[in-house]
T-cell receptor, first 113, second 117 residues
């Protein structure tokens, strides 16, 4: 069964620190992997989309990595800010099946001053 | 551009009542979809549409109907609300050719929080 698993479930860090969120998937065949940020009470907003051939992609202080061989991705946040407090959702895309986008359950990040 | 607009933001229904969740987008996207988000679960696809007049079922379609008479609008109807439909509902849109292979993201609305008592 196609699955996307994220870890940790939740994370607390101090402002200014770095952190890394993990995403493991069993989706096959694979089209691309997406990271979304979801603020409380809002809809998800896209951070990055990575295809099979891309190993690293950055969006400001957010850097996503992808290892298609091990089916793992990470999202690294540098110099965290209070506004980074949100849920981060990993989504894997497959060209087959009704549910072409398989969503992880997210990592809830809280940044404290 | 307003993006994807959902109304209402909050709704409380009694079991057995019906209602329509509204979704509109102004980006001329062919693809529109409805998801529900429940605690501890990933977003799950309810119904989707790849263009006006075309709809199809997702993972959890039971108890919901959709129609797509225009490119801009994609309403979701709850026929007879049940407590199991208490959830947060998100509408999303994209260019069809970008789902799933492309590099264009899904654009989400800010959700409708539905409680069924």
């Amino acid at each position: 069964k196609n699955q996307v698993e994220q870890s940790p479930q939740s994370l607390i860090i101090l402002e200014g620190k770095n952190c890394t969120l993990q995403c493991n998937y069993t989706v096959s065949p694979f089209s691309n992997l997406r990271w979304y940020k979801q603020d409380t009470g809002r809809g998800p907003v896209s951070l990055t989309i990575m295809t099979f051939s891309e190993n690293t992609k950055s969006n400001g202080r957010y850097t996503a990595t992808l290892d298609a061989d091990t089916k793992q991705s990470s999202l690294h946040i540098t110099a965290s800010q209070l506004s980074d407090s949100a849920s981060y959702i990993c989504v894997v895309s497959s060209p087959r099946g009704t549910d072409k986008l398989i969503f992880g359950t997210g990592t809830r990040l809280q940044v404290f001053p | 551009n307003a993006g994807v607009t959902q109304t209402p933001k909050f709704q409380v229904l009694k079991t057995g009542q019906s209602m329509t969740l509204q979704c509109a987008q102004d980006m001329n996207h062919e693809y529109m979809s409805w998801y529900r988000q429940d605690p501890g679960m990933g977003l799950r696809l309810i119904h989707y549409s790849v263009g006006a007049g075309i709809t199809d079922q997702g993972e959890v379609p039971n108890g919901y109907n959709v129609s797509r008479s225009t490119t801009e609008d994609f309403p979701l109807r709850l026929l007879s609300a049940a407590p199991s439909q208490t959830s947060v509902y998100f509408c999303a849109s994209s260019y069809y050719s970008q789902v799933p292979r492309g590099n264009s993201p899904l654009h989400f609305g800010n959700g409708t929080r539905l409680t069924v008592t």
